[in-house]
């Protein structure tokens, strides 16, 4: 007992024993002074001290559980103490100590400072909280699943409505029934390349299953973690269905426009501030190679170098024009080797991003036959005005001379020898204006025929004739 004595007062913790026939402490270490940061002789003084000290919240609590144990009973119990306006946690350890005779005649206890463990308990408390409330609440689908049997062990609100499954029928499945069945073996792999502590933002655009088999496409990032003993990962994905369709449209757009753009005749071009080719179509392409025999590359020069100075010049104009922001369009006679030479229209628009000019966006095409049918509108346009000034004044001429011969005709007497005179002049008319028939007749075939050679012809006609 001797050697016990001189080992009390160096242990970490505060250890007292209470005379309960003197009613005072027949010992205490300096332990339990340090805790309430007083000094040993007001220990000695005043027994009861340490109700002093005793968190209000906790009071009642700490003097209903210590009556037990000077009814006998062994208690462990917890609580604050106010020491100097801080607080402390302290874990409080009472035995009744009981002779040969059954009698109880002091109680010994031990009390340690926990405060640092309990803080730390309570912010490791708050902190799961906290990760609960996040996780639980997140707006996107959030799930933790175990690394090894790939089984749902957790997941929140946001995938349960997503995906349509319920909380128990999710616990259990696993994350491979989420995903069509062609896309499993590319699972495995990428969990394999999971490692510890490391976080995951995929790029990687990957599909899965709701419940109602309807395809979604998600965005995938997570973190490796210990949950519930077993390593896992937190996963967070992000719904974007909506960008991969609308992606999706606008290469099928993209593919269809450069299929249009590619099968018309124009020709179709567009250049950078600094005259380098951004795109091009398949007949522009054709009709520079044809000129400089190779085939031109995305960013070279428009200004190829086998075109000569006086085209460079002229070209170089009409760029810098529609660069300083106007719009327009040219007709030159072009007369190239190997090519009927023929009139061309090219337009020429800037390219204008966020009010800033960036570029010109060209479109030339062969005017050639449209030309010649303006031509051949305004012939048959004059053909057309002779026929109605034949019908106007030639014809018109000797029916109105008939009609005049027909009134100062003597139909009272036939015998007149005056009727003679009228009825030759009136056969010389009709002779007169049989030929102008004939002509008006000849000429009419003539127009006719030739507007059906001209539509008949192979440059008129489509490609399905």
Partial sequence: ??????????????????????????????????????????????????????????????????????????????????????????????????????????????????????????????????????FINNPNPLWIYDTQTLKFLAVNYA??????????????????????????????????????DQFLNSAIVWRHLKKNKDLIYVNISGHSLKYQGRDAEIVMAHDVTDQVHSKQEITLAKENLDALINNIDDQIWSIDSNYNILSANIPFKLSVSNIINREINMGESIFFPEFNGKEFEAWKKH???????????????????????????????????????????????????????????????????????????????????????TNVFNDKDYTDPFNGEVINLIQDLTKQLDKLIYTLVDKTYALQQGTLLKRSSPQNQSASE
């Fill in 1 to 134: 007992m001797h050697n016990l004595t001189e080992v009390l007062p160096f242990i970490s913790d505060a250890v007292w024993s209470f005379d309960l026939a003197e009613s005072k402490f027949s010992y205490v270490n300096q332990r339990l002074a340090d805790i309430y940061e007083i000094r040993l002789q007001e220990i000695e003084k005043k027994p009861s001290f340490w109700l002093d000290f005793i968190h209000p919240e906790d009071y009642n609590y700490v003097l209903t559980e210590t009556k037990w144990a000077y009814r006998g009973k062994q208690i462990e119990i917890e609580y604050r103490l106010v020491v100097n306006e801080k607080v402390k946690w302290v874990q409080d350890k009472r035995i009744v100590v009981i002779n040969d005779n059954g009698k109880r005649v002091s109680v010994t206890g031990i009390l340690s400072d926990i405060t640092s463990k309990k803080n730390a308990e309570i912010k490791l408390s708050e902190s799961e909280i906290t990760f609960r409330y996040l």
């Fill in 159 to 196: 995938a349960i409505s997503k995906y349509g499954y319920s909380k128990d029928e999710f616990l259990s499945m696993t994350i491979s029934d989420i995903r069509p069945k062609e896309d499993k073996p590319s699972l495995l792999e990428s969990i394999k390349s999971i490692k510890k």
């Fill in 319 to 405: 760029y810098d024009k529609a660069l300083s922001g106007q719009a327009f369009q040219v007709t030159e006679f072009i007369s190239q080797p190997g090519v009927t030479p023929f009139y061309s229209e090219t337009k020429f628009s800037p390219i204008i991003v966020q009010e800033k000019i960036i570029g010109v966006a060209c479109i030339s095409r062969n005017i050639q036959e449209r030309l010649e049918t303006q031509r051949r509108i305004l012939e048959q346009n004059a053909k057309l005005l002779e026929l109605i000034s034949i019908v106007s004044h030639e014809i018109r001429g000797p029916i109105v001379s008939i009609l005049g011969l």
